[in-house]
């Protein structure tokens, strides 16, 4: 394990923890790749009971929407209900002075309306198709770039 661990530890810009259930599963990664950002992608139950201590854990950068695995744990049939508990996610971001959390991906591929109303800070990917309607969101606006 150490080999692995020597060769992402320090030469990653950013580890993104899949899963992550537990403080102690994000602290494990820490103690790693101390320095490295971490995001958590809580995409079960677990995870999302745990979310404000796993934002909570040194290193922790942004948490992340796993939107289809979560509605897989939960159960949630053919609708979106893994979506009412995403403002979890936001208030366990803004509690722990976390940047606002990245949005899960969208399931519809041929909603284009749909993808560019939905986000957080950023979106996850399903599919190439996506990538023109994210940069048409999420590229800041010449008012933007002039005060930053």
Do not use: N
């Amino acid at each position: 394990m150490q080999v692995a661990e020597d060769a992402v530890a320090g030469l990653a810009a950013g580890i993104r923890i899949p899963k992550a259930e537990s403080p102690d599963d994000v602290q494990w990664v820490h103690r790693r790749a101390p320095g490295t950002p971490l995001i958590c992608a809580i995409e079960s139950a677990r995870g999302l009971l745990a979310a404000q201590e796993i934002a909570a854990v040194p290193g922790v950068r942004h948490l992340s929407m796993g939107g289809v695995d979560l509605w897989r744990d939960l159960g949630a049939g053919d609708g979106d209900l893994q979506t009412l508990y995403a403002l979890h996610v936001v208030v366990a971001s803004r509690a722990a002075g976390l940047a606002p959390p990245v949005d899960s991906l969208y399931r519809q591929l041929d909603d284009d309306l749909g993808l560019r109303q939905l986000g957080f800070f950023g979106k996850s990917a399903i599919h190439p198709r996506q990538l023109g309607t994210f940069h048409d969101v999420f590229t800041p606006s010449a008012d933007e770039l002039a005060w930053a």
